[in-house]
């Protein structure tokens, strides 16, 4: 079949939905890393309560609608372009401006995780680490530019070294368990509610990314591929996450040392021999080198996705003889060379709360697209008709608005100040390369003064009101909340106040955004009259 990116080059591939499913895999999980902290931050009953009943409100309402949209608009871009024939130019930026963000500026951090377990092994000078990490992003860059379907196969291969490894951890772990994984429910003198806040605020971040595959939509020649690779993963995700982490609690304990630092998996196939922990970290090791190869292949394609769209300089869209868009592949990795030397602390507070957003429109395009475009095929649908989508995608809304609050005003405010940035650069880029009204003005009319399109103000204004409301609610939520002393501990003297600070600044700047977006739309409403 065509697609809607032809013209620059991109190239449809058969691609065995096997191969999908392993990079599903690999992007959502890739091992069960991060559980660790899970266990004794929620209790190892609640840790396991919640491992499965949060896919069911988080990641389902990612799957089925990431498979849904997927299945009726198979192009290169994924999100962003669902977000903007369902929502329009506006919002496909703002998805395709988040999606950079996070994408370009917190791979490296994946990296950095991979060269760390190493060095734990193998003692390395800073310069040593350097090296080696520079060396891992040339090679994996270069092979990126090869085409998506070998880069498919390489990464199914990684994932399913990872999985054999979890499976032995399984295995090891129900041989050698002899104690009730499910107690205690949750640490004594912690309240129920303090345990949920800290297990959903992880354990969302471990079951995020079904939709980030999508971005190579238009690279695959089977419509319903992707989707069905997407709806085959979850369950494997969920499954390499409970097994392996029941049957570790039986097998080894303390449940209250358990961490990143402490107790692991590793220490679980110590059980059968010493050998296979120190294997174990070169598991660590494929895992993050996986996470981090699948991510140049799919977080490029945003980039040139907006660069066709007119969004971004033209020659972005250059692609090879394989359909591989070079640059924004070359422009990732000439930024990994630099970001793999800094600390990531405040860009992951950027990258946790831009996923959420970017998950929202998703479910929120879902439904709009439902009452717009009822009869548009729909190889795959959410059952139940318009109810069963709402309650899927009302579910993944509800609990995008709890986690926006019990992560922390550190992870809103970082979110909140990039998307604050979104309106200015899409005006800028707009008035600077054209937008959609470059490719069609009469399908995509512009307002000549403004260079904005029609109703761009409103859109503008809805987000300007949501993101404002939200604010005011956090103004009153995050002190009774917040405990100023971990933010000492953990940002330095002062933190909470300045961080605080920066929350009213931007929700003020939000509100009076709005406030003139309403304006300016209201005289463009009267200039068209």
């Given at each position: 079949?065509?697609?809607?990116y ?5 190239k449809r591939?058969n691609?065995?939905?096997f ?10 999980a890739?091992?069960?890393y991060?559980?660790e ?7 190892p009953?609640?840790?396991?309560i919640l491992?499965?009943?949060i896919p069911?409100?988080?990641s389902l309402?990612q799957a089925?609608c990431?498979?849904?949209?997927g299945?009726?608009m ?5 999100f962003?372009?669902w977000?903007?024939k369902?929502l329009?130019?506006?919002w496909?930026?703002q998805v ?6 996070n ?9 950095v ?6 060095a734990?092994?193998i003692?390395m000078?800073?310069?040593a ?5 520079a ?9 990126n530019?090869r085409?998506v379907?070998?880069?498919?196969i ?9 999985v054999?490894?979890f499976?032995?951890?399984?295995i ?7 104690t009730?994984?499910m107690?205690p ?6 309240s ?8 959903l605020?992880i ?13 190579i939509?238009?690279e695959?020649e ?5 989707g ?22 039986s097998a080894?304990g ?5 961490g990143t ?5 590793g220490?679980v196939?110590?059980l059968?021999?010493?050998?296979f922990k120190?294997?174990?970290?070169f598991?660590?090791?494929?895992a993050s ?5 699948a991510?140049?292949s799919?977080g490029?394609r945003v980039?040139?996705?907006l ?5 971004a300089?033209k020659f972005?869209?250059?692609t090879n003889k ?20 800094l ?12 996923c959420?957003f970017?998950y929202?429109?998703?479910f929120i ?6 009452k717009?475009?009822?009869d548009?095929a729909?190889?795959i649908?959410?059952?139940g008709?318009?109810?069963g989508?709402?309650l899927?995608?009302?579910?993944g809304?509800f609990?995008?608005?709890?986690a ?5 005003v ?6 909140a100040?990039a998307?604050l940035l979104g ?13 959609l009204?470059k490719?069609?003005s009469?399908l995509?009319?512009e307002?000549k003064?403004t260079?904005?399109?029609w109703?761009?103000f409103?859109?503008?204004?809805i987000?300007?009101a ?5 604010g005011i ?9 917040e405990?100023p ?13 300045l ?5 009213y600044?931007?929700t003020?700047?939000?509100c ?6 309403l304006?300016m ?5 009267k200039?068209?009259?």
């Open positions: 079949m065509a697609n809607a032809e013209e620059h080059g991109i591939k691609i065995n939905i191969y999908i499913v392993g990079m599903v895999y690999c992007m959502c890739a091992g069960a991060g559980i902290d899970m266990i004794p931050a929620t209790g009953g609640l840790c396991l491992l499965l009943v069911l409100f988080w309402p089925y990431s498979a849904e949209l299945s009726a198979p192009e290169e871009g994924g962003v372009y977000a903007q369902g329009g130019e506006f496909g930026f395709g401006w988040w999606r950079t963000l994408v370009y500026l917190c791979h490296a951090g994946t990296l995780l991979a060269v760390g377990y190493i734990s092994v003692p000078s800073p310069v680490q350097y090296m080696v990490k060396a891992l992003i040339i090679g994996f860059t270069l092979f530019l085409e379907k070998e880069i498919s390489f990464t199914t291969i990684l994932s399913i070294l990872v054999a490894a499976l032995g951890v399984t090891v772990g129900f041989i050698y368990g002899d009730n994984p107690k429910m949750i640490p004594e003198g912690q129920v509610i303090e345990s949920l806040s800290l297990g605020a354990g969302m971040w471990m079951y995020s990314g079904f939709a980030s595959i999508t971005t939509s238009g695959i089977n419509p319903t591929t992707m069905k690779g997407i709806l085959i993963g979850l369950p494997v995700v969920i499954i390499s996450y409970i097994l392996p982490t029941w049957a570790s609690l080894v303390p449940w209250y040392e358990w630092e402490g107790i692991s998996y220490d196939l110590a059968a021999s010493p050998a120190v294997a174990f970290v598991v660590a090791v494929i080198l996986s996470l981090f190869n991510y140049i799919t490029s980039f040139f996705v660069a066709a769209d007119n969004m300089p972005l869209t250059k394989h359909g591989v868009p070079v640059l924004p592949v070359l422009v990732m990795g000439i930024i990994d060379l630099f970001l793999c030397q600390s990531f602390v405040a860009i992951v507070l950027i990258d946790v709360t831009l959420l970017v929202g429109v998703i395009t879902t439904l709009v697209m439902r717009t475009q009822p548009m729909r190889p649908k959410i059952p008709g318009i109810v989508a709402a899927i995608a009302g579910a809304l609990i995008i608005f709890v926006m609050y019990i992560n922390g550190d992870y809103y405010v970082g979110g100040v998307v309106p200015i650069a899409y005006f800028l880029l707009r008035w600077k390369f054209g937008g009204t490719k069609d009469a995509y009319p307002n003064k260079h904005m399109r109703g761009d409103k859109h503008i204004f987000l300007c949501i993101m404002g409301i939200m609610i956090g103004c009153f939520w995050f002190p009774w909340y405990d002393g971990y933010y000492t501990e953990v940002y330095g003297e002062g933190a909470y106040n961080i605080m600070t920066i929350h600044v931007t003020a700047v939000f009076a955004g709005g406030i003139f977006a304006i739309n209201s005289r463009e409403k200039r068209q009259v």
